[in-house]
């Protein structure tokens, strides 16, 4: 499948919002502005309102899986979902959180990289089940607790977060967000 090349829903400029949504706009505004995925959604302000709640709460620290390895997870999601922007914001986003330039480019060939350890093989295998299946294997669901060490609240955490960014990469790639300024398209997405 390829992406659209063009906004199918265009990002909204600050003159060209009503007062509402210049009102829930405000709080996704950052340093260097609003970036395209919020200016696409605040056509549907009370959608991209609930959709920031939960957004914060999957990349908050009441998240208990470890924002580096909350990394893996998205990243893995977007290179799966073939989604250019999520991948493009969360390579610069794993980076400030932790990761390494190898272990983001090694995201792309997944749990089967030899150089994973067992508890990232688990991490990454969870996200190719849930997006191949939906679910988690009763093995898959068994490493993350003794690979991984993670107790239920974080295996929840973990499901919650790739349903999450498989969501945001549905909702980038079917509106045609662009990604944004200062952003780099990797040719082995998509």
């Known amino acids: ?3 659209p090349t063009e906004p199918r829903i ?20 950052s340093p260097t502005g609003i970036f395209n995925i919020f200016r696409t959604l605040v056509h549907s302000p009370k959608a991209l309102k609930g959709f920031g709640s939960w957004g914060n709460y999957v990349l908050s620290d009441r998240n208990t899986i470890p924002a580096d390895r909350r990394e893996l997870l998205i990243l893995r999601t977007g290179f799966i979902c073939g989604s250019m922007y999520e991948w493009s914001q969360h390579v610069i986003i ?5 990761l390494t330039v190898d272990e983001i480019e090694r995201v792309k060939a997944g749990p089967d990289d030899p ?10 295998r969870a996200v190719d089940e849930l997006h191949a299946g939906q679910q988690l294997s009763d093995e898959t669901w068994t490493a993350l607790a003794d690979d991984a060490d993670l107790d ?13 960014y498989t969501m945001v990469a549905m909702m980038l790639n079917s509106f045609g967000v662009q990604l944004d ?9 998509a």
């Open 115 to 124: 150089a994973w350890t067992a508890a990232d093989r688990a991490l990454l």
């Open 94 to 98: 794993g980076q400030f959180m932790g």
């Open 181 to 189: 300024d200062g952003l780099e398209p990797d040719p082995d997405v």
């Open 152 to 164: 239920d609240r974080q295996r929840m955490d973990l499901v919650f977060t790739v349903g999450h």
């Open 1 to 3: 499948m390829v992406l």
């Open 10 to 29: 265009p990002p909204l400029s600050d003159d060209e919002l009503d007062e509402d949504q210049t009102a829930v706009l405000e709080r996704f505004r």
